[in-house]
């Protein structure tokens, strides 16, 4: 088997990148380890950027998103009663697209399928070899087969747990990573949004996030400790604590309903350097992790394909391998500002276990700051719009 880019991971990442190189004739094979409807019961945060939109749409998959997807021109932050509005349109002339990443990701097959892209899934026993060389190939088994892909570039886009980014040497790699020692216990319920925008809710209890995927199914989290099971909560105990925590003008009028998901996440953020290494590219997740409360995972996923995609269509069709060599050290840039803005959020927002009475002032004073000052509303709205590629 032969391929001009073989792609690790069939989720929103390998499946964008793949879609944009066979759109320019360049040829992909997606190696994908979980069955489709696999991939697609993944239920994931639902805010995309406008530059991912606009890379959605350049890949011919924003139909649906446009018909589908909300555009939201604001959020709110809480805090206790407080409520602070930021203005996306007012603070940076952007606005952001609530859409579920699942609907994405399903998008993103639809056109695949539309291509004929060769998409493998339940691979397993990936391996890559020769990324150091010129002809670097991988081996996996398909079917019970054992299978070799040979192959000009290898794009690690398998996430955090995949066999990409392992496969750059530990010598080589650098990885930075901050645990935060709490988890988000979120659901999803068929009921109308608690607010027409989102609500991130700083709460002496607790953080919480009102969220939505459309307008009769919303998406909730409330901050809990990393000891909590999913089985503690029933979903009273979530909607009486839910309610607890957000404002309450918006807790009075929530409509509560049967969880359809309920599931904790633990919150990490996460960057390796290099992101490239011989023939090797990690893209999304395989090279970064944040922290949701800045709602940058699939974005900085689609930045990141935005440059690889750039840079092999450079090579492959111009023979230009300029800003290939670059690809790291671009994407890199804009994952740093994504996670410092993620770090952020989740630290002016959240109740540490171990704060002190100087945190607590300190949170305070970064809300009172947002409230009093229009230029600390640009600043955050200018980060959570997305900084320009
Ligand atoms: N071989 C093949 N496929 C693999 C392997 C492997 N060894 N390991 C993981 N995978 C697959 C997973 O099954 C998954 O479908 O790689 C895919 C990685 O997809 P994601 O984890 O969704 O990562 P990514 O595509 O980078 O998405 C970035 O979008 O999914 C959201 O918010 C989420 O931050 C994430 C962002
Ligand atoms: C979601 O809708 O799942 C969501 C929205 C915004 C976030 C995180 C998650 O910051």
């Avoid at 949004?193 to 199914?217: K, T, V």
């Amino acid at each position: 088997m032969k391929t001009d880019v073989a792609i690790i991971g069939g989720g929103p990442a390998g499946l964008l990148l793949s879609q944009l190189l066979m759109k320019a004739g360049i040829s992909t094979v997606v190696l994908e380890r979980q069955s489709r409807d696999y991939v697609l019961s993944r239920i994931r945060a639902g805010v995309l950027e406008s530059g991912t939109v606009q890379l959605l749409q350049e890949a011919g998959v924003g139909a649906r998103m446009q018909a589908e997807g909300i555009p939201h021109h604001g959020c709110l932050l809480s805090s206790d009663d407080q409520i602070i509005r930021i203005d996306f349109v007012e603070s940076c002339g952007k606005q952001v697209m609530v859409y579920g990443q699942t609907e994405v990701t399903r998008d993103l097959y639809t056109a695949q399928d539309a291509l004929g892209a060769r998409i493998l899934h339940g691979v397993a026993d990936v391996v890559l070899h020769d990324v150091q060389s010129d002809a670097p190939f991988v081996s996996f088994t398909h079917e019970g087969q054992h299978q070799r892909l040979e192959c000009q570039f290898i794009a690690g886009c398998d996430g955090f747990h995949g066999v990409s980014r392992p496969s750059i040497p530990a010598e080589v790699r650098r990885e930075f990573e901050k645990v935060y020692p709490f988890g988000w216990l979120g659901i999803l319920s068929q009921t109308p949004p608690a607010h027409e925008e989102l609500i991130y809710a700083n709460h002496q209890r607790g953080f919480a996030l009102a969220s939505m995927r459309n307008r009769n199914l919303s998406r909730y989290y409330i901050q809990v400790p990393l000891t909590d099971k999913v089985e503690d909560w029933s979903d009273a105990a979530f909607w009486d604590e839910l309610c607890a925590r957000l404002p309450a003008e918006v807790a009075k009028t929530l409509v509560r309903g049967a969880s359809i998901e309920k599931s904790i996440a633990p919150l990490r953020s996460f960057v390796c350097e290099p992101m490239q290494w011989g023939r090797l590219f990690l893209c999304g997740d395989a090279a970064h992790i944040v922290p949701p409360t800045g709602a940058k995972g699939l974005n900085l996923a689609a930045s990141d394909v935005f440059y690889l995609s750039r840079a092999l269509k450079a090579q492959l069709l111009q023979g230009d391998g300029a800003a290939l060599a670059q690809y790291g050290a671009e994407a890199l840039a804009r994952v740093w500002q994504a996670m410092r803005f993620s770090w952020s959020m989740t630290t002016m927002l959240h109740q540490f276990p171990d704060q002190s009475a100087f945190d607590l002032r300190i949170q305070r004073v970064g809300l009172e700051t947002l409230a009093a000052s229009a230029e600390a509303r640009k600043l955050l709205a200018e980060s959570y719009c997305g900084l320009p590629y």
